[in-house]
């Protein structure tokens, strides 16, 4: 006879990821000549739930390095880059409780462009961000109640006697004793 039960158990109920692409603009003293290099470093991130969307809030720092004065110089401009990015969940068909959101970072930011506009530089940061939503969630499970059969237990002393029964019955002279 097959019966039901339901389990209680935390769960990733919505899951999903997305690209978010930042342009920006910074101007500096003297007049570029040439960017030489341009990196992300000390990413930091959380989300939050409010209603149906996910609320990420973060900073990140740039240092762009770059020439200027014909090339005969070189300076790094430091900046650090605040964001608030907000995702909108679809409906889920599951009942939760208790949810907490995981933010990943699938894609750390990166400059993918940089450009010089007389006493500006422009540049664009990339980054993907996964999120998972876990919450409780109740889970029906098959049970049977039929019983499997019981095994035999056969003790020690049984089966050290049975052995020795096979090793009196061999004989080592077993293919002389039947030569044809």
């Given at each position: ?12 109920i ?8 930042t ?39 740039v ?55 007389g ?14 939503l ?26 050290e ?20």
């Amino acid at each position: 006879m097959t019966n039901y039960r339901e389990i209680v158990t935390k769960a990733v109920i919505a899951k999903g990821k997305k690209l978010f692409t930042t342009e920006n603009v910074v101007s500096v003293n003297n007049n570029p000549s040439t960017i030489l290099g341009c990196w992300v470093i000390n990413h930091n991130f959380n989300g939050v739930k409010t209603g149906d969307k996910i609320t990420i809030t973060g900073s990140y720092d740039v240092n762009i390095w770059y020439s200027y004065d014909n090339d005969t110089k070189t300076e790094v401009l430091k900046e650090t880059k605040n964001y608030t990015e907000v995702v909108h969940l679809r409906d889920r068909e599951e009942e939760s409780t208790g949810e907490e959101i995981i933010v990943r970072s699938l894609k750390q930011p990166s400059c993918v462009k940089v450009d010089i506009d007389g006493n500006n530089i422009k540049y664009t940061i990339e980054k993907e961000l996964g999120i998972e939503l876990v919450g409780d969630i109740k889970v029906k499970i098959q049970t049977n109640t039929e019983e499997d059969p019981w095994e035999e237990i056969v003790e020690e002393s049984k089966i050290e006697e049975e052995v020795n029964k096979i090793d009196d019955a061999v004989t080592e002279n077993f293919i002389n004793d039947h030569t044809i």
